[in-house]
Each structure stands twice: as C-alpha cells, then as structure tokens.
C-alpha cells in the first residue's frame, strides 16, 4: 500500500477530521508533524501492525513517505524501506539520513510494528498509539529538528520492524551488510521507546535504561537544554536495557540506550486495546521532543562516550 498523497495535505486531511474532544484538544496543544504520525499509525486501518500483516506492510510504507516529505534520504541504496526476511516472512525497516558537518553518527531509533487485533469485544485492535506510535513520532520530529539545525554530527533515522516479535527488525538492520560501513561511524544510538504519556518523574522528563552501562547519562545530565531531565531507569528489576531495540547496536560495541516515559509500575495501557490516540499527551511529547534535540544537538561538541562495563 502506497502513499502517493502529499504527507502535508494528508496532515490537513487529519487536521479537519477530529473524532474525539481529547484529539481535539490534543491538535492544538502539540505538534502537528507529532500528531499527525500517531494519529496516522494508531488508526484502525493499520490492525495493530503486527509484523507480518498488510496493515505492518502498509505502516512501513507510510513512514517511508513521511521520511521523504520531512527532507531525508535513504540511508541504503535508493529507497527508505530495507528488507528482511523471517520464517517465511518479508518484512521492512525503515531507514533514513541526514547528512551532517562530520560523517561521525547519531543514530535514532524507534519500532513501528505492535502486537495486531483479536475478535473479543467490540473493540478489536491494539493501536499502539504509545507503543510505539509515540516513540516513532519523538523520533522523526528530532529528524525535523535537525533538517531545520543542521547537525554538527550525521543523523541517522532508523524505524524497526518487528520489535513485538523478539526484537527482528533491529537484529537484521545490525547484520545487514550494506548498513556495516555506517555502523563503523556510528557513536551513539537513542532508542525511543513509549514516551507519549507523562513520566513519574514529572513534564519534560524520561527515563534512559542502562545508566550504569556507559557515560552517556552523565553526558545527557551535562549538556540538557530547555528543562529536559533524563532520569536514571527506576524500573531495574524488569531488565529494560535488554529487552529493547538498543541492544543489537549495543553489542555491536555501540553505545546504546532506550528513552521512555512509561510507569511500568502503574500502566493500564502497556498491550492493551485501550492504548489509543487519547492517552497520548502532545503537548508534553512536543517539549520533550524540542528539548530533547537541543540536548543532543549541544552534546554532539562534546567528546568522550564511552562504556563502562566493558
């Protein structure tokens, strides 16, 4: 499924056509370009975007066309979509990039897929609308941020497929061999990973997995711009740092960590069908995405990521 409309005049389609009085109010406190992705791949067309699916397939495509309408290039050979296959499968990561003064790499990462539809209740799909909707918007409104301040370092954008799964989409992008001369200049990956809603540490806050692994928190603590607050995982015992898209780049000798703002104590949405548009805070997830981006854009003139445990 092709998206040959413009992604803007698609967006002014999903300005006009509010179904909800949260959606409404979520249109004017927020980012349009935010939004518009989770409105967009939490519809129910998409059936869940379980790997796999048509609705999967299509979500793929969409990003594709969003990427190329925020100003990307794709990051191998000439098309954003980059194939895998898996049991039997044909499935799609999405990849782009924006070139920066040094070929050194930034990379942000975000899975697109979830977990599909049942027939219990009449409501029958599981959006996703924070996992990952969410994540992938953060991730491609930092790559507007940077195609309006161009990076002093390169900008990689990476959408993974089949998160759901095991973890697929990340594992193929790592081992693909056309992505290995990339992955040699990358210096740091930022996994985005349901951060629609308001963290238990307050507004313009998430949590980074991993603290302990590398100097990046220290870094982030350094260098944060515009109110942000990186907070050190308060979820341990659930083993987040390795359970998440950062860690094929992660032993791949990259330095690697996931952001959130999920309350993993309290959730009541995490894989459940009322993770819907509604829940979704935008004006948070705006000013998160905004500071967020300073913060790195500050931290690409510093030097010194490192591990610590290895």
Not at 30 to 54: A, I
Not at 85 to 103: A, F, H, P, Q, T
Request: hydrophobic content about 40%; some cysteine.
């Amino acid at each position: 499924m092709k998206y040959k409309q413009s992604f803007f005049a698609a967006l002014c389609s999903l300005l006009l056509l509010s179904g909800c009085a949260k959606a409404q109010e979520a249109k004017t406190s927020g980012s349009e370009l935010l939004y518009s992705v989770v409105k967009e791949l939490s519809d129910d067309r998409y059936k869940g975007r379980k790997s796999g699916t048509p609705g999967n397939e299509a979500a793929a495509n969409y990003l594709a066309q969003v990427f190329k309408e925020v100003g990307l290039q794709p990051a191998i050979g000439n098309s954003f979509l980059v194939p895998f296959e898996r049991r039997g499968m044909k499935l799609y990561n999405v990849c782009g990039i924006i070139k920066g003064k040094s070929d050194a790499i930034y990379a942000i990462g975000a899975h697109f897929d979830h977990i599909g539809f049942d027939q219990n209740g009449p409501d029958t799909v599981y959006n996703g609308a924070d996992d990952n909707a969410s994540g992938v918007a953060a991730m491609i409104g930092i790559a507007a941020y940077f195609k309006k301040h161009p990076p002093e370092k390169t900008i990689l954008i990476m959408a993974f497929n089949a998160e759901e799964m095991g973890l697929w989409g990340s594992e193929a992008l790592v081992a693909q061999p056309e992505l290995q001369v990339l992955l040699q200049k990358m210096q740091v990956m930022f996994n985005m990973e349901m951060v629609g809603t308001v963290a238990a540490s307050g507004r313009n806050s998430m949590f980074m997995t991993g603290d302990n692994q590398s100097n990046l928190y220290d870094l982030l603590q350094a260098n944060a711009k515009e109110g942000l607050k990186i907070v050190s995982d308060p979820y341990l015992s659930q083993g987040l740092f390795f359970r998440s898209d950062n860690v094929g780049f992660y032993r791949k000798g990259i330095v690697a960590h996931s952001f959130s703002t999920c309350d993993m104590e309290n959730t009541n949405h995490y894989h459940q069908k009322n993770d819907e548009l509604g829940i979704i805070d935008f004006a948070n997830l705006d000013q998160m995405v905004q500071s967020f981006s300073a913060t790195i854009a500050a931290m690409m003139r510093q030097p010194g990521l490192q591990f610590k445990n290895k």
